[in-house]
């Protein structure tokens, strides 16, 4: 007699065996344990047979596939019999913000914005950072350059309002070298600094506007620095 064993935590048909023969009752077949003398039913790709309460059924084997929570992003590899969660994709989320609209996964608008904003910030401070040329020198313009020109400034303005002259004073080029400059330099190089700096915010907030007013996510890809 033909008997099909099935496992006992999942009811998942294992195999068909030859039934033993009792060995107190010759002729007479004993039945295993989780096993049945009904046939399962043919599985297709993606089901299994199981054997519950009684009764053989087909059901979904998702097994070892991967899904993603569309809610929440998070990764499920399947390791339990059954169908998939309704909410539960077999499409990666490729960003970290992507939002699942019913059939893919697309980052909102707002976001590209807020992305686009950072990135023109970011460039923003990196233009500062590479500083600006004064009277054919290159010079630095960022906080550190901008803090001690107006510290000189200061200085300057102190020695003023004694009566007594303003001292020559080193700095320091972005080439490691230095120059000499007299107070009227100092004032100079001030203001140059200053229009860079306020040059490089300036077209931050020409670029802000452009992103506020972009209106596809191919206007965002056309906003940048340069």
Known sequence: MIVYDYKPETGEYVASIEAPESPLEPGVCLLPAHSTTDEPPAAGP????????GAWSLVEDHRGEVRYDTA???RH???ELGPVPAEWTAVPPEDGEAVWDGT???VPFDVLKERKK??????????IAAGTTWRTHAVDADEDAQRAVSAQIVKSMAY??????V??????LRDGSYVTLSDADVWDLSQTIEAHVSGCYAREAALAAQIEAAETPEDLNAICWE
Do not use: C, F, H, L
């Open 160 to 165: 003023q309002q004694m009566g007594r002259p």
């Open 72 to 74: 929440t992003r998070e």
């Open 77 to 79: 590899e399947i390791k």
């Open 118 to 127: 950072r990135e023109i910030t970011a460039a923003r401070n990196a233009a």
């Open 167 to 172: 001292p020559d004073t080193p700095w320091r």
């Open 104 to 106: 893919k996964w697309s």
């Open 46 to 53: 993606g089901y299994v047979a199981v054997y519950r309460d």
